[in-house]
């Protein structure tokens, strides 16, 4: 019996839509923009988080050592370094090395080539790359390299990272405020878009309603096809959200992997690892603010 029940709601829902078409296209058009923008946020955090990962990645320090220094004063001082607290690693990179390095990143860069030769000697002198375990603590670092005094020790190289990550952070925080405000923006008028659509549904069963009620009908049996109605148009406007929101993912990534070169970010491969994560929450938060909506009306209209 519930389940014949349950069919009957559908095809009441299904027909209450199809009398009222474009206003179900503009509901549904409402929930796919109100959607989109959820997503667009979903995106910015992301890419935000991969831009702060990614400078925290490049955050390293460098200590510049005169080129007479000995192989054991080097392995001293690397050791002592190794056992403050907040070093992760410290890598020892030659003077071979780091001319090495030098001339693969200027390599299309005749000028700085032809200098090389003119000079027809090593320039650069050896260092030690020292990586951070915590580049939210690198002030505290910082200070405690400081305090190191060795004379193999030409200079220090203390790069401040935490301006830039500060500046990623402000950025990404006012766009997901932004966003943030256009989707409670959307969710509202979703909110009295759904509205109006049950409303309307009502009046155009009016009498039904009417005799249902005469009838003994019960209250869940009169709600049911206005709720099914709020579900069908979520079900819907996910549908479309998805077919519209991947090939949209699939325009940016190209200037993603430009943006963030040499590291791994995909953004398409992040919706489908979450995909029944995120779109089953949104699917479950907008179907119950269009239930709470068409229970507004229903409540309000239906006289029951």
């Known amino acids: 019996m519930f389940i014949l029940s349950f069919f009957r709601a559908v095809k009441f829902s299904l027909q209450d839509i199809s009398r009222n078409f474009w206003l179900s ?12 923008s959820i997503n667009m946020l979903l995106v910015v ?38 056992n403050l607290s907040g070093v992760k690693e410290v890598d020892y990179i030659s003077k071979e090395d780091a001319l090495k390095s030098f001339r693969e990143e200027n390599l299309n860069n005749p000028e700085v080539m032809q200098a090389l030769r003119v000079l ?5 002198t050896p ?74 549904a009502i009046y155009t069963h009016n009498q039904e309603v009417t005799i249902m009620r005469l009838v003994g009908a019960s209250n869940s049996f009169i709600y049911l096809p206005f709720l099914l109605s709020s579900v069908i148009y979520t079900l819907v406007g996910i549908a479309i959200l998805i077919g519209v ?47 709470v909506a068409s229970l507004i009306a229903i409540r309000k209209y239906a006289h029951i």
């Open 25 to 36: 296209i503009v509901t549904v058009i409402i929930l796919v923009l109100a959607l989109f």
């Open 45 to 82: 955090k992301v890419v935000g988080d991969t831009a702060i990962g990614a400078v925290k990645d490049k955050v390293d320090i460098n200590l510049y050592l005169k080129g007479d220094a000995g192989e054991n004063e080097i392995e001293a001082l690397k050791n002592k370094i190794n």
């Open 120 to 124: 027809g000697t090593n320039p650069l």
């Open 127 to 200: 260092n030690l790359v020292i990586k951070p375990s915590d580049p939210d603590n690198m002030d505290k670092l910082t200070t405690e390299l400081n305090k190191i005094d060795s004379p193999i020790i030409e200079s220090r190289n203390f790069v401040n990272h935490q301006k830039m990550l500060d500046k990623i952070k402000a950025i990404t925080d006012k766009v997901s405020k932004a966003g943030l405000v256009i989707s409670l923006i959307f969710i509202l008028i979703t909110l009295s878009v759904v509205y109006n659509a049950i409303r309307v």
């Open 245 to 291: 929101f991947y090939p949209f993912l699939s325009l940016l990534q190209p200037y993603l992997e430009a943006f963030f070169v040499g590291y791994d970010i995909n953004i398409i491969n992040y919706f489908n690892n979450n995909f029944f994560f995120i779109f089953g929450w949104e699917f479950a938060g907008i179907a119950l603010i269009n239930i």
